[in-house]
């Protein structure tokens, strides 16, 4: 048997399936219990990131605002987060308004999770069932509990992408049925709306915020 | 000579018996002035032009937002500075027996509420709460029962019965509602036990210190989330109706801390390409 022969059949051909196996894999719906598990691990792993920041109280605030935006990059998704805050108006949007856009979002979005950051000190939180929506999302319900008592429990259900095949991160909180980024989106497109339409008016109101953050 | 308007004694002390001229009860009087008011309020309300508005659900948009500022007006004069008081003189127990009080004065409209939505076993603690800690006017919570008790009101037993949700509607100084929920106030305002129950001077005083004590009390509750929307959303009122219509959308669903309210059809238009 010619040596091409031999290299293909014993080792381009099993390659190949290997290959093609695991590409089957990635691209089958994962089972749900994966998902579940996938999504409580996301939502464990956010938040031994944000305790790790709470342990450094003292850190100044570029600091700060650094490891908020390496936080948002690193669990949420970010893009997706963008697009679905403008409703249907991000079809219409142009490549430059949303990249623009995208960029101020997540800057307020920071700017907002840094001027209200030390209102997490003193909660604990408690990890609660996990709910398969869909077979993009799974829902992960917790709670916030001060260990003061000085403030009542939080109920919490975190919105996880779990699109297979892709990173398992983030999308949307929801504190007491209320959904932050329902809610964003609404105001967005209030705001888009009443300025006949147009997409830049939306980027416009947003730097106007930044400044004033 | 009749003024037009009777305090709940005076009304009932006009009422005759059996033989003499029945005049309207007082209760009965207050809801239709309610009701006319609220009619004429929905009369000076111009249905804003679907291109306008910015949200399909808000027929009357415009007039919504000078309400809303007005009331935003009222809260930044009146309500803010007070409830911000109140939140840092009144201390915790004080403010704790308010919120007890408050939630006692609903159990009435919870228990006949829940018994007509088929919640047998809520009405029956929600009776038991309000027999109980009816020995203290509400002010303190004998039954420990607070988690165990969902507060229904006859809005949601509205939309129990598949009764239509009705517009959006700012009401001045009560905030947004929607037609259906305002509708279920009124009812839910007319079973006060006070109301129904109350005599004698100091339970007057109480009930009348109702509406006002709740409102500062809300306000206080949420200072900090109601500040935040109120300086920091780029739209205000738009955030204020999203935020109405999702919470209002849990409660009718009876989804408090319990699994996303969020109709999935929204998120699905992301990943339609």
Redesign the interface.
Same mark, same amino acid.
């Given at each position: 048997m010619p040596l091409y022969r031999t290299l293909i059949n014993r080792t381009l051909i099993p390659c190949l399936v290997s290959a093609m196996a695991l590409l089957a894999a990635a691209m089958l719906p994962a089972s749900a219990s994966d998902r579940q598990s996938a999504a409580i691990t996301a939502v464990g792993s956010l938040i031994s990131d944000v305790e790790a920041m709470l342990e450094t109280p003292d850190a100044d605030r570029d600091t700060r605002h650094g490891a908020i935006t390496a936080l948002l990059d690193t669990h949420f998704a970010m893009d997706?987060i963008a697009?679905?805050s403008t409703g249907?108006y991000w079809r219409a949007a142009t490549p430059d308004e949303r990249e623009t856009y995208k960029s101020v979002f997540r800057d307020v979005l920071v700017g907002?999770i840094l001027n209200n950051f030390d !209102?997490l000190n003193g909660l604990t939180y408690t990890p609660g069932k996990a709910?398969p929506?869909?077979d993009?999302?799974v %829902?992960v319900?917790g709670?916030f509990t001060d260990v003061t008592g000085?403030r009542p429990p939080v109920?919490v259900?975190w919105?996880v992408l779990t699109?297979t095949g892709k990173p398992v991160q983030l999308?949307?909180i =929801?504190i =007491?049925?209320?959904?932050l980024l329902?809610?964003q989106r !609404?105001?967005?497109? +209030?705001?888009i709306?009443?300025n006949k339409g147009q997409f830049g008016a939306?980027i416009t109101?947003?730097q106007t915020?930044l400044s004033t953050q | 000579m009749h003024t037009g308007f009777m305090t709940g004694r005076q009304g009932a002390d006009t009422i005759t018996g059996t033989g003499g001229q029945r005049q309207t009860p007082p209760k009965i009087m207050v809801s239709k002035l309610i009701l006319v008011g609220l009619a004429g309020l929905l009369a000076a309300c111009s249905t804003t032009p679907p291109d306008e508005?910015?949200?399909s659900r808000d027929v009357f948009e415009n007039t919504n937002r000078s309400i809303y500022a007005f009331n935003m007006a009222a809260d930044t004069y009146v309500l803010e500075p007070v409830a911000d008081g109140y939140r840092s003189t009144i201390p915790?127990g004080g403010q704790q027996a308010v919120n007890y009080h408050l939630r006692w004065a609903s159990m009435p409209s919870t228990a006949i509420n829940s018994t007509l939505q088929g919640k047998f076993e809520n009405a029956g603690l929600a009776t038991l709460n309000f027999l109980v800690n009816g020995l203290t006017l509400g002010f303190a919570d004998l039954t420990q029962d607070h988690d165990t008790i969902e507060q229904e009101d006859f809005g949601q037993t509205l939309a129990s019965y598949n009764a239509p949700e009705g517009p959006y509607i700012m009401v001045p100084i009560l905030g947004p509602r929607t037609g259906r929920a305002l509708t279920g106030n009124i009812v839910d305002f007319a079973m006060n036990p006070l109301r129904v129950f109350g005599s004698g001077d100091e339970v007057q005083t109480v009930r009348q210190a109702q509406a006002p004590l709740g409102a500062v009390s809300f306000r206080a509750k949420n200072f900090?989330a109601f500040n935040d929307v109120k300086y920091?959303?780029?739209?205000p009122? +738009?955030?204020t109706?999203?935020?109405y219509y !999702? %919470?209002r959308?849990?409660?009718l669903e009876d989804?408090?801390?319990?699994?996303?309210?969020?109709s999935?059809d929204?998120? =699905?238009?992301?990943?339609e390409d």
């Open positions: 997706s697009a679905f249907p907002t !209102q709910t929506k869909g993009k999302f %829902i319900s709670k000085a109920a259900n919105r699109r999308f949307d =929801e =007491e049925n209320l959904s329902v809610t !609404q105001e967005n497109v +209030a705001v709306r009443k939306l109101a947003m915020r | 508005r910015s949200d915790e900090d920091n959303a780029l739209d009122y +738009a955030r109706r999203s935020a !999702q %919470i959308l849990g409660l989804r408090v801390g319990g699994t996303s309210p969020t999935e929204a998120f =699905e238009f992301l990943f």
